[in-house]
Protein backbone atom coordinates (compact mmCIF):
# COMPACT_ATOMS: atom_id res chain seq x y z
CA UNK A 1 0.00 0.00 0.00
CA UNK A 2 1.78 3.29 -1.08
CA UNK A 3 1.97 5.99 1.87
CA UNK A 4 -0.56 7.84 0.31
CA UNK A 5 -3.52 5.67 0.94
CA UNK A 6 -1.76 4.45 4.40
CA UNK A 7 -1.92 8.05 5.33
CA UNK A 8 -5.67 8.15 4.14
CA UNK A 9 -6.68 5.24 5.72
CA UNK A 10 -5.46 6.25 8.60
CA UNK A 11 -7.06 9.46 8.48
CA UNK A 12 -10.25 7.69 8.17
CA UNK A 13 -10.17 5.36 10.89
CA UNK A 14 -9.18 8.28 13.45
CA UNK A 15 -11.75 10.05 11.78
CA UNK A 16 -14.62 7.22 12.79
CA UNK A 17 -13.67 6.93 16.07
CA UNK A 18 -13.42 10.24 17.30
CA UNK A 19 -17.65 10.06 16.18
CA UNK A 20 -17.63 7.08 18.60
CA UNK A 21 -19.86 9.72 21.12
CA UNK A 22 -21.47 8.78 24.14
CA UNK A 23 -24.87 9.64 25.42
CA UNK A 24 -23.39 10.61 29.00
CA UNK A 25 -20.90 12.59 26.70
CA UNK A 26 -24.01 14.39 25.30
CA UNK A 27 -25.74 14.85 28.60
CA UNK A 28 -22.92 16.18 30.34
CA UNK A 29 -22.55 18.46 27.12
CA UNK A 30 -26.03 19.80 27.61
CA UNK A 31 -26.39 19.30 31.74
CA UNK A 32 -27.14 22.56 33.55
CA UNK A 33 -24.85 22.51 36.55
CA UNK A 34 -26.08 26.18 38.10
CA UNK A 35 -24.99 26.55 41.59
CA UNK A 36 -27.65 28.84 42.18
CA UNK A 37 -30.47 26.30 41.43
CA UNK A 38 -32.42 25.71 44.36
CA UNK A 39 -31.99 21.65 45.93
CA UNK A 40 -32.83 19.76 49.44
CA UNK A 41 -29.17 20.76 50.23
CA UNK A 42 -29.69 24.45 50.09
CA UNK A 43 -33.04 24.14 52.27
CA UNK A 44 -31.01 21.67 54.81
CA UNK A 45 -28.03 23.77 55.25
CA UNK A 46 -29.40 27.53 54.75
CA UNK A 47 -32.70 27.70 56.21
CA UNK A 48 -33.03 28.27 59.88
CA UNK A 49 -35.69 28.56 62.24
CA UNK A 50 -35.61 32.49 63.63
CA UNK A 51 -34.16 33.57 59.63
CA UNK A 52 -35.67 36.92 58.75
CA UNK A 53 -37.66 36.47 55.44
CA UNK A 54 -34.89 38.90 53.96
CA UNK A 55 -32.40 36.19 54.81
CA UNK A 56 -34.76 33.90 52.85
CA UNK A 57 -34.85 35.33 49.63
CA UNK A 58 -31.53 35.85 49.62
CA UNK A 59 -30.55 32.25 50.03
CA UNK A 60 -33.87 31.16 47.82
CA UNK A 61 -34.97 34.21 46.13
CA UNK A 62 -38.76 34.97 45.48
CA UNK A 63 -41.23 32.64 46.50
CA UNK A 64 -43.77 31.24 43.82
CA UNK A 65 -46.65 31.99 46.01
CA UNK A 66 -47.34 33.32 49.37
CA UNK A 67 -50.16 32.61 51.62
CA UNK A 68 -51.48 33.70 55.13
CA UNK A 69 -53.04 32.02 57.93
CA UNK A 70 -55.78 33.24 60.07
CA UNK A 71 -53.96 34.80 62.68
CA UNK A 72 -52.07 36.44 59.33
CA UNK A 73 -48.55 34.90 59.62
CA UNK A 74 -47.34 34.36 56.06
CA UNK A 75 -46.06 30.74 54.43
CA UNK A 76 -44.09 30.74 51.54
CA UNK A 77 -43.76 28.12 48.42
CA UNK A 78 -41.26 27.58 46.53
CA UNK A 79 -42.47 24.86 43.82
CA UNK A 80 -39.75 23.90 40.98
CA UNK A 81 -40.11 21.44 38.10
CA UNK A 82 -37.36 20.67 36.03
CA UNK A 83 -37.75 18.50 32.64
CA UNK A 84 -34.37 17.50 31.26
CA UNK A 85 -34.54 15.22 28.16
CA UNK A 86 -31.16 13.78 26.25
CA UNK A 87 -31.42 12.05 23.28
CA UNK A 88 -27.88 11.60 21.50
CA UNK A 89 -27.24 10.28 17.86
CA UNK A 90 -24.07 8.77 17.13
CA UNK A 91 -22.96 7.18 13.54
CA UNK A 92 -19.75 6.60 11.71
CA UNK A 93 -18.73 6.25 8.00
CA UNK A 94 -15.48 4.35 6.48
CA UNK A 95 -15.45 4.77 2.58
CA UNK A 96 -12.58 3.72 0.28
CA UNK A 97 -11.93 4.18 -3.29
CA UNK A 98 -9.15 2.37 -5.01
CA UNK A 99 -8.47 3.38 -8.63
CA UNK A 100 -6.12 2.20 -10.57
CA UNK A 101 -6.78 -1.83 -10.27
CA UNK A 102 -7.60 -3.80 -12.60
CA UNK A 103 -5.87 -4.75 -15.83
CA UNK A 104 -4.80 -1.99 -18.88
CA UNK A 105 -8.51 -0.49 -19.20
CA UNK A 106 -8.07 0.76 -15.39
CA UNK A 107 -11.01 -0.08 -12.88
CA UNK A 108 -12.31 0.98 -9.43
CA UNK A 109 -12.80 -1.14 -6.80
CA UNK A 110 -14.56 0.99 -3.63
CA UNK A 111 -15.82 -0.20 -0.11
CA UNK A 112 -18.02 1.35 2.13
CA UNK A 113 -19.06 0.72 6.06
CA UNK A 114 -21.58 2.32 8.24
CA UNK A 115 -23.45 2.44 11.35
CA UNK A 116 -25.38 4.37 13.47
CA UNK A 117 -26.92 4.38 17.34
CA UNK A 118 -29.09 6.65 19.34
CA UNK A 119 -30.62 6.99 22.91
CA UNK A 120 -33.14 9.33 24.65
CA UNK A 121 -33.26 9.87 27.83
CA UNK A 122 -36.48 11.86 30.05
CA UNK A 123 -35.90 12.72 33.63
CA UNK A 124 -38.45 14.91 35.66
CA UNK A 125 -37.77 16.50 39.04
CA UNK A 126 -39.87 18.19 41.26
CA UNK A 127 -39.14 20.16 44.50
CA UNK A 128 -41.66 21.84 46.63
CA UNK A 129 -40.26 23.80 49.84
CA UNK A 130 -42.88 25.66 52.47
CA UNK A 131 -41.33 27.72 54.85
CA UNK A 132 -43.77 29.52 57.55
CA UNK A 133 -43.16 32.85 59.35
CA UNK A 134 -44.02 34.43 63.07
CA UNK A 135 -46.00 37.28 63.05
CA UNK A 136 -42.40 39.26 63.26
CA UNK A 137 -41.33 37.69 59.64
CA UNK A 138 -39.26 34.81 61.12
CA UNK A 139 -38.77 31.29 60.32
CA UNK A 140 -40.81 29.67 62.59
CA UNK A 141 -40.99 26.11 60.70
CA UNK A 142 -40.05 24.51 57.25
CA UNK A 143 -40.72 21.43 55.26
CA UNK A 144 -39.54 20.50 51.92
CA UNK A 145 -40.78 17.38 49.40
CA UNK A 146 -38.24 16.11 46.39
CA UNK A 147 -39.05 13.48 43.70
CA UNK A 148 -37.75 12.08 40.42
CA UNK A 149 -39.27 10.54 37.93
Known amino acids: MSPIRLALVSFLALQLAACAYTAEDHRAAVSNTDKDRISVGTAQREIKVGMSNADVVEVLGSPNMVTTDDQRRE ?67 YAYHSSSF
Open 75 to 141: SWIYDKISTEKVYSTSSGGLGLIFGGIGGPVGGAAGGSFSSGAGAASTTQRTLTIIIKFDAQGHVRD
